[in-house]
Every structure is written in structure tokens, then in C-alpha cells.
């Protein structure tokens, strides 16, 4: 890297940090994430720096914030994968990070039977052969949003039922 571009990434910096990083905070709604992201899209902006001749150019501040939205995106949707997957089940029936089917294998059973034949499926598919709910869908030949709805009505009556609790 040149001192003159250098220079210019510096300006750069000093300039448009701050709006970066409201921008990364209004996505992702996280103080460590929005700094990642601004890191990240500074080392994109670098890989550029020879094509911005002037720092406060309307073109350039347009490339920076195409930028710093498109990484904040990736990064959401990356962690949006990573926390929204539900943990497989063994012993017990995870429905959810916080929800949890109380008792034994025996239990479990009786609770799938008390399910119409659906929502039995959604279930096991989804929580026992953790699969996604796309495969889900699939197989039902019913909608994603058909399945994930379904599968929270489930999830809601066996609350009331008192057959699942929430664990804080």
C-alpha cells in the first residue's frame, strides 16, 4: 500500500467510520457485530482504494454504504443461521432453545400420539430427524410457512396442556 493511499484510507476512516457503524448497528442491532462489520467492509473498501479519487465524492460515499449494508446483511444472515437451528433431541424433545418436552421416551411417545397425524409428522421430522424445514415442507407437500406455523400451534397447545414448559 502506497503512503498516498494510506492517506486516502485514513481520510476515508475519519469521514465515514461513525455513519458505517450506525449503518451495521441499524441491521444487526449489536455493538460487537456493527464493529465487525465496519472492519470488514474498511478491508473491502481497501481492496478498491485506487479507483475513489476524491474522499468525499457522492459516488464514493454511495459505494461505502453499498458496502457496509451488504456486510452487515451477510453477517446477520449469518448468525441468523447459527442461532435459529433447534437443538436434535435424544432423551428428551428440544422444540425450541427455551421449550422442552418433560419425562421419558414413554412420555414422548403419548404426546406424538395425542398429535393429529400433521403435526405428529412435523414434529418427528423436524425435532427427532432434525430435519429443515424446507425438507420439512417437502415432504408434507405443504408450505414453509404452512409448516413453521403448524409446528408453533403444536408447540403452544402442548404449552397449555402443560405437556412442554419453558425453562429460563
Known amino acids: 500500500m502506497t503512503y498516498d ?9 475519519s469521514i465515514y467510520e461513525q ?36 474522499c468525499e465524492d457522492s459516488k464514493t460515499k454511495a459505494y461505502i454504504v453499498k458496502v457496509v449494508k451488504s456486510t452487515s446483511i451477510n453477517i446477520y444472515r449469518k448468525n441468523k443461521r447459527r442461532y435459529s437451528a433447534e437443538v436434535p433431541i435424544e432423551n428428551a424433545i428440544q422444540i425450541e432453545d427455551k421449550v422442552q418436552l418433560t419425562s421419558t421416551q414413554d412420555t ?12 405428529r ?7 427427532i430427524e432434525d430435519r429443515s424445514w424446507k425438507d420439512v415442507a417437502s415432504r408434507l407437500s405443504l408450505t414453509e410457512e404452512n409448516v413453521r406455523k403448524r ?18
Not at 470488514?40 to 476524491?54: C, P
Open 108 to 119: 414422548i411417545n403419548d404426546i406424538l400420539c395425542g398429535l393429529n397425524e400433521i403435526d
Open 121 to 127: 409428522m412435523i414434529v418427528t421430522l423436524r425435532c
Open 19 to 54: 455513519p458505517m457503524y450506525r449503518i451495521a448497528y441499524a441491521v444487526l442491532h449489536d455493538e460487537g457485530l456493527a464493529e465487525d462489520a465496519v472492519s470488514e467492509a474498511f478491508i473491502r473498501i481497501m481492496r478498491k482504494l485506487s479507483k475513489f479519487s476524491n
Open 151 to 168: 409446528f408453533e400451534r403444536t408447540k403452544k397447545r402442548l404449552k397449555m396442556k402443560g405437556e412442554i414448559k419453558n425453562e429460563k
Open 5 to 13: 493511499e494510506t492517506e486516502k484510507l485514513k481520510k476515508l476512516y
